[in-house]
């Protein structure tokens, strides 16, 4: 078993099982943590991808579990800072291309997400705004094909990045209505009760 370096923000060694085949729904009752601010403004791949493998926190420091969540996405998907902040980190780690980003006002430490498997375009030092590409997803990962791995940190403590998702992105918002093409509008005195002149 290798160690993962840290503070990257990668996950746990990967046992020989296969992931779970389902995939389950976003987990809103743990969201927001209370330490997290719901400051994200976009997923960082798609429109509320589905969420592969979810957050599973170990019970020790080294013990097994996933710190993040994969997010379902096609090889060379662009994959999107979800707040404003700062690139702490874009390179290889263990052969997997690694983006953190140091994300602003968010205290002492900062908090910091974390992208795997992705070919940044960024640099190390870049200010980055919510939404703003860091890279493709690769094609294959460290434990998934087709899927981001997304994590979270404060310091070298480990936090479920779906905290930073406000409701609104989770659940997928209000319900809009969209105007209907090809369907006159009324006329004023198209309100008047039938027969009145």
């Known amino acids: 078993m290798t160690a993962t370096p840290v503070g990257v923000g990668l996950i746990a060694p990967a046992d ?7 995939v389950p729904d976003v987990p809103t009752s743990d969201v927001p943590a209370p ?12 429109y509320r991808p589905a969420v592969v493998r979810g957050w599973e926190p170990p019970a020790t420091p080294y013990g097994p579990g996933h710190r993040g969540v994969d997010l379902a996405a ?8 979800v707040a404003a902040g700062r690139v702490s980190f874009a390179g290889r780690v263990g052969g997997w291309g690694v983006v953190s980003v140091e994300l602003a006002g968010t205290g002492d430490p900062p908090l910091r997400t974390t992208y795997l498997a992705v070919a940044a375009s960024v640099r190390r030092g870049d200010e980055v705004a919510a939404g703003d590409v860091l890279g493709a997803l690769e094609p294959v ?5 087709g899927c981001l791995h997304w994590g979270l940190l404060r310091g070298e403590v480990y936090l479920n990045p779906l905290s930073l ?3 609104w992105l989770l659940d997928g918002g209000p319900s809009r209505l ?8 009324p006329r004023p005195d198209d309100d008047r009760p039938s027969g009145t002149p």
Do not use: F, K, Y
Request: proline share 21%.
């Open 141 to 145: 990962g460290p434990h998934c094909a």
């Open 165 to 167: 998702l406000p409701p």
């Open 16 to 22: 020989a099982t296969a992931l779970d085949a389902t």
């Open 74 to 81: 096609a090889p060379s998907s662009p994959v999107r800072a």
């Open 178 to 185: 969209l105007p209907v093409l090809g369907v006159p509008l």
């Open 35 to 46: 330490d997290v601010p719901a400051l994200a403004r976009n997923w960082p791949v798609g």
